[in-house]
């Protein structure tokens, strides 16, 4: 793809027409089917982004960041989250969207049982509970339990656990 030298963590729009990814210390967007890639923000140590079914892009711009949230057509990033090195951890990292375009899960480092998956209503963000769904876990490719070392499936392939009306 032209002008994505060096591009790193692609994330799709929910209709697969949008490649999303962060370059050069920016956050970009370029049509699948070719064309110049759209910057949208700065991001020079991402942890991840999403794109939610809301048209929205969740991602991060570094480890102590937290998450921000812009329209995929561009504007002012604003803030969802904010860690503060204690409660709420020092980093909020690898946003991925649910169906419905409103929630993403996320994954805090730094709490006191080590890391959490945590469940937020992006609309609403910090103003709104946050809640713990895997503690003990990071969320990647696939479950990863810090206590025991071990890795589950993704999210969505167990059968029987449920969020808000979404497999887990």
Known sequence: ?????????????PDGKWVAYFAQGQLHKAEVAGGAPIRLAEAAYPQGGT????????YTTSLGSGLLRIPASGGTPEFLTKPDGAAKGYAHVLPQALPGGRS?????????????VLFLDSHQGESRQWQTVLPGTTF???????TSGSRGPPFGRRPGRRHNGCAI
């Open 1 to 13: 793809m032209a002008g994505a030298s060096g591009a790193r963590q692609p994330f799709f729009s």
């Open 51 to 58: 794109w939610n079914e809301d048209n929205t892009i969740i």
């Open 104 to 116: 993403v899960f996320f994954t805090v480092w730094g709490q006191p049982q080590g890391g959490a």
């Open 140 to 146: 990647a490719s696939g479950i990863f339990d810090a």
